[in-house]
């Protein structure tokens, strides 16, 4: 029997060795099919790395110009935009609450990159608005009324002069650098880099002089920039290629910026700046950069090795209105060599794998060849251990083929010999198998009745000791099995704390005491403790177990009513609560006052709020963003009060603090601070305010629903008096979102106004109709604040788009309707659109049917979209246009109005 088995295991040996020479073949042709063409890729691959960083390199640069052109262009474009309306009287300088509302207005919609924005005359006098260290926007003024110094005030909600909050000494704007460079540029100019006055950041001005119609200079526009935002850009641009940038001045050398954080310039103990050469970096590479630069200038792309290192670089010129800057891209040549290893690697993993495949599929085929011969020595293996039931399947006729039948006769005559004494033993062991089955049966039908509740269900003995317990009750305390609690003291396990943490004693245990008196008990307000330490809340019932008439233990059933409780909570939170700001609702304040409304609170104050802009923001903007106002409005409530004081929301939009031990002056400390936090707060397009009211009692004497009365009165009071204010504020701040939104809107909006002015007075209309033209002029497109900056600034539109777009004259309209100073606009804003044939939107009117100021801001708003796509010189692109109104006089527009506009037009030698 031995030497069988060892035969059979030679056998094997054998069948294994084919197999493996033949595996071992394949492998050596597979890893020398890998090593060629890995070595071809390596080849091809380097050919083509100088070129691809060539391109990269001048892809960076290219980039790192359209970010520092667009980002120089802002203050320029600022200074173009409002140049007219200083040069052409439209903005007069000497009407100090009209010049302070500019241009706080105009710094108020630019990035916080711009810290001031500003005007000197060539009197020496200087306006504008700054950003102080804070960031928060001051008006600045230097007159004769400030004896030539520069004087600081805050801003208020309506962008006038608030406090006085600092004096600074004589300064004349003649001398500054800016000032100079655009007196002598006769035009728009950036003015030297210099620090900035306060904070330790590069800062450059842009400029543009101002001339009256004779042409005489009046003064300089300037809009004023930091440089830090540069850093950040040349970061981005090249640090997923692991390279760095730089930007000098061109002709001197200096650091403007770079992507390394090196410091661009040194602040010196006296205070002064002192610029940093690109030398003064103390970089070899850099150094050896700039030297090859120097002396092959009329290179844009070259590379440079230093210390082993190769790095290919790109070098870029930007020549912006007096700016003249350099700027280097340097990217290492391993960022590409790591993609080609990446490459290589990724080819051998996958030739790998083509490797591993062929062997399994030269191992199936193998096996397919040898398998009548395994199949033979495993049977013959089994055999000889004793499995008498297996055979040899008889697959070929060969030699192989007999000695499998032979095999097959020899195990058939062996299994006959002994199967009279396996029957015998057979039949005994299957009816003890059955009784133990029966025996297993009843005990499980038990445990499956207890274990099919979903209830827990366990039992104790007299000394509170667990005797039996179901599926769910481990699962519920975390026990793996029963034998963690057969036996065990239930108490201690997981009844021997409250919920707070607190010992329970078991003598007070009713579990515990229904197996001692012999009564049921069952409870709702106690928790069990799981076996990870957290507790439940638990509803149980404990009954006592009598057997023959003697008691012997207890059965207990219990339930998790964790998820019973948490709704109870929820539902109280709920009854008490506003579900939108988490505030105490109308009903709960009013069961609350009993317990404010004591001696000891007095003197008891209560406020009265009122939120502004709510109908507005619901019905321009939709319910979400009007919940978002309430939410902020409540977060600004809670913020400015303190904690013993109560906030509800009583209503849709009006609020009610309640506040003990608060006097008058308390109470409208505490109002200053709503309003200060109300100051700064915006929700869409809508500036947040609130009208504020307060009354105080110190006694019993008056009643608390009178007190309710008199804050409410003073509420309606103080909403009367702010209603204009609040108004202009809401409108100004839509307008002046939807601007910063799109600059082309901005222009638009100031061309259509202006040039509704001159034709008004052209066609010499009275000054009430004058100044309605010129307010709905500019306020004409307000309605599409709720359209998206992507739409804004796209042409042309799709069929989908242009349907959004028709909807701005209604969302104008409901805007401006709501306020009393835009009522007699809202209506002209709505017909804007409309067309002299009757084919024009919102209504389709027809012919006269259109208000007469709409119909001259239909003329007067086309000419300027009809402009802005025309291309030659401006008295080309003026006759275009106003060829074009002249096309569709009687079609869209009014006949007689669009030829005196023609008119209008030649008389300005406009065309």
């Given amino acids: 029997m031995k030497r069988k088995v060892g035969n059979s295991m030679d056998e094997n040996r054998k069948v294994f060795s084919i197999r493996s020479v033949m595996t071992i073949v394949f492998l050596i042709i597979m890893l020398l099919s890998i090593l060629s063409i890995t070595t071809v890729l390596f080849s091809r691959w380097h050919s083509s790395a100088e070129l691809s960083m060539r391109k990269i390199t001048s892809s960076i640069n290219q980039k790192i110009y359209q970010n520092i052109e667009t980002f120089m262009e802002i203050p320029l474009q600022v200074n173009q935009s409002n140049e007219k309306l200083i040069s052409g009287g439209i903005l007069n300088i000497e009407n100090e609450i009209m010049r302070e509302r500019f241009f706080v207005g105009t710094l108020t919609t630019l990035d916080e990159q711009i810290y001031s924005f500003s005007y000197g005359t060539e009197d020496g006098e200087y306006y504008g608005a700054r950003r102080n260290p804070d960031g928060v926007i001051e008006i600045m003024r230097n007159n004769e009324s400030t004896k030539g110094e520069s004087w600081y005030y805050s801003v208020n909600d309506d962008y006038s002069a608030g406090a006085l909050s600092g004096r600074f000494g004589k300064f004349d704007p003649r001398t500054r650098a800016w000032y100079k460079a655009a007196v002598s540029a006769e035009g728009a100019s950036f003015s030297p880099l210099y620090r900035h006055f306060v904070m330790d950041d590069l800062a450059v001005s842009a400029a543009r002089p101002i001339y009256d119609d004779t042409g005489s200079l009046k003064g300089v526009l300037g809009t004023h920039m930091l440089l830090s935002d540069i850093g950040s850009y040349l970061k981005d641009a090249v640090n997923p290629y692991d390279g760095y940038s730089l930007i000098i001045e061109k002709q001197t050398g200096y650091l403007v910026a770079n992507s390394m954080d090196y410091d661009n310039f040194l602040v010196l103990q006296n205070g002064s700046l002192k610029r940093n050469y690109i030398n003064d970096l103390k970089d070899d590479e850099i150094n050896a950069i700039y030297s090859q630069y120097l002396s092959h200038s009329d290179s844009e792309d070259f590379m440079v090795t230093h210390d082993g290192r190769r790095v290919y670089v790109n070098v870029h010129e930007i020549d912006i209105e007096g700016l003249n800057w350099l700027v280097f891209s340097v990217i290492p040549e391993r960022f590409l060599m790591s993609e080609m290893f990446e490459s290589i690697n990724l080819t051998i993993v996958l030739m790998v794998l083509m490797l591993v495949i062929s062997v399994v599929i030269i191992y199936l085929v193998a096996r397919k060849l040898f398998l009548p011969i395994d199949n033979l020595v495993q ?100 026990f793996a099995s029963q034998a963690e609690l057969l036996g065990k003291d239930v108490h201690e396990l997981f009844h021997h704390s409250y919920a707070d943490g607190t010992p329970f004693p078991q003598k007070e245990c009713r579990i515990y005491q229904s ?255 004058l100044s309605i033209l010129t307010r709905s002029a500019y306020f004409h497109d307000i309605g599409k604040i709720t359209l998206g900056k992507e739409l804004l600034d796209k042409d042309p539109l799709t069929e989908e788009e242009f349907l959004l777009m028709t909807q701005h004259p209604v969302i104008g309209f409901r805007i401006l309707e709501l306020f009393d100073d835009t009522l007699d606009l809202a209506d002209l804003v709505y017909s804007h659109h409309e067309r002299w044939d009757g084919t024009g939107y919102p209504r389709g009117l027809k012919g006269e049917q259109i208000p007469f100021i709409a119909r001259i801001l239909s003329i007067i708003e086309s000419f300027d979209r009809i402009l802005s796509r025309m291309e030659g010189t401006e008295k080309e692109r003026y006759r275009k246009a106003s060829q074009e109104i002249k096309a569709f006089s009687g079609i869209q527009f009014d006949p007689d109005l669009a030829k005196k506009f023609i008119s209008f037009l030649a008389d300005q030698d406009l065309t």
Wanted: glycine fraction near 6%; aromatic fraction near 6%.
């Fill in 379 to 478: 049977v013959a293996d089994s055999i000889a251990s004793g499995d008498l039931s297996r055979r040899v399947e008889v697959k070929r006729g060969d030699e192989i083929g007999y000695i499998s039948k032979t095999v097959n006769s020899i195990a058939d005559n062996l299994q006959y010999l002994i199967q009279n004494l396996e029957t015998s033993v057979e039949d005994r062991t299957h009816r003890l198998n059955q009784a133990n089955k029966d025996l297993d049966e009843s005990r499980n039908r038990l445990q499956l009745l207890l274990d099919s509740t979903a209830e827990g269900i366990y039992g104790i003995d007299l000394d509170g000791r667990c005797t039996f317990c179901n599926v769910s009750a481990l699962k519920m305390l975390g």
């Fill in 515 to 769: 197996v001692r008196t012999g009564e049921g008990y069952n409870s709702e307000d106690e928790v069990f403790w799981k076996t990870d330490g957290t507790s439940f809340a638990v509803s149980y019932h404990s009954y006592p177990q009598v057997r023959d008439g003697v008691l012997v233990g207890g059965v207990i059933t219990f339930n998790d009513i964790t998820s019973k409780k948490d709704q109870e909570s929820q539902i109280e939170y709920l009854r008490c609560h506003d579900y939108l700001t988490g505030l105490h609702n109308r009903g709960c304040m009013e069961e609350s006052l009993p317990s404010i409304d004591i001696e000891e609170n007095y003197p008891l104050s209560i406020i009265f709020g009122d939120l502004n802009g709510l109908k507005l923001t619901n019905d321009i903007f939709g319910h979400p963003a009007g919940d978002k106002l309430i939410r902020k409005a409540a977060q600004i409530l809670k913020d400015s009060s303190r904690p013993e004081d109560r906030i509800a929301r009583i209503g849709g939009d009006e609020f009610l603090l309640l506040l003990p031990k608060t006097d008058e002056k308390q109470a409208e400390q505490i109002i200053e601070t709503i309003r200060k936090g109300f100051s700064t707060a915006k929700v869409e397009a809508v500036k947040c305010s609130i009208s504020l009211g307060y009354a105080t009692r110190r006694d019993s004497d008056e009643k608390i629903q009178e007190l309710f009365a008199r804050a409410e009165n003073d509420m309606y009071i103080d909403k009367a008096k702010r209603r204009k204010q609040v108004d202009q504020a809401i409108i100004l701040n839509v307008q002046n979102s939807l601007h910063s939104m799109s600059l082309r809107e901005k222009q638009h909006s100031v061309f259509v106004r202006d040039t509704s002015l001159n034709f008004g007075r052209y066609l010499k209309l009275s000054e009430t109709d």
